[in-house]
Antibody, heavy 124, light 110 residues
Framework: EMQLLESGGGLVQPGGSLRLSCAAS????????MTWVRQAPGKGLEWVSV????????NYADSVNGRFTISRDNSKHTLYLQINSLRAEDTAVYYC?????????????????WGQGTQVIVSS | QSALTQPASVSGSPGQSITISCTGT?????????VSWYQQFPGKAPKVMIY???KRPSGESNHFSGSKSGNTASLTISGLQAEDEADYYC??????????FGTGTKVTVL
């Protein structure tokens, strides 16, 4: 069964940085685009970023563009999200999820599966 | 990148059918047949229930169905069951490798 496991969340002061990780198992990670989605406490889902299977193309939501960087290491089957200049409004559970093919536009089967999420709290 | 509009809540009795709407624009819902629906229980990760407007993942119950007309997609739950009580989100491809989620709908089984 395909699995994704996020880590790296925690409590960080405003202006700080974090690197989130998403470890993939039981599927050919290098063949699939990946995405990050977040959910603020008591709020809805918000798409954050996407990366092509080979890492050669990325895209971001306007709300995080310029502060967040998505990357991947296919040799380690791991997806990353570098979050800089953190703000209170970045407080959320961050989920990683798999797309259905290599392209960042590959939404034919939705985002599936999802990891269990990692909590990021931005507070002084 | 404005969120797609969903009703905040929908309720129904067991056995009834309910429909959740998801309204966007011609740049997202109306422009692509790439709308998915996700079910989320409290404290859990979302799970895809419908993809490409009206397709169900293998193994998913057939009492979930999807459709689209113009800029509005819809999720219908037929024969509502207590275990269907959850939050539901639509999500559409919005072009240029971007995606947009709906505002979310809480489904209550009376």
């Amino acid at each position: 069964e395909m699995q994704l496991l996020e880590s790296g969340g925690g409590l960080v002061q405003p202006g700080g940085s974090l690197r989130l990780s998403c470890a993939a198992s039981d599927f050919s990670f290098r063949n699939y685009a990946m995405t990050w989605v977040r959910q603020a406490p008591g709020k809805g889902l918000e798409w954050v970023s996407v990366i092509r299977a080979d890492g050669g193309a990325t895209n971001y939501a306007d709300s995080v563009n310029g502060r967040f960087t998505i990357s991947r290491d296919n040799s380690k089957h791991t997806l990353y999200l570098q979050i800089n200049s953190l703000r209170a409004e970045d407080t959320a559970v961050y989920y990683c999820a798999k797309l259905s093919c290599t392209s960042i536009s590959c939404y034919q089967a939705g985002f599936d599966p999802w990891g269990q999420g990692t909590q990021v709290i931005v507070s002084s | 990148q404005s969120a797609l509009t969903q009703p905040a809540s929908v309720s129904g009795s067991p056995g009834q059918s309910i429909t959740i709407s998801c309204t966007g624009t011609s740049s997202d819902v109306g422009g692509y047949n790439l709308v998915s629906w996700y079910q989320q229980f409290p404290g859990k990760a979302p799970k895809v229930m419908i993809y490409e407007v009206n397709k169900r993942p293998s193994g998913e119950s057939n009492h979930f169905s999807g459709s689209k007309s113009g800029n509005t997609a819809s999720l219908t739950i037929s024969g509502l069951q207590a275990e269907d009580e959850a939050d539901y989100y639509c999500c559409s491809y919005a072009g240029g490798g971007t995606y947009v989620f709906g505002t979310g709908t809480k489904v209550t089984v009376l």
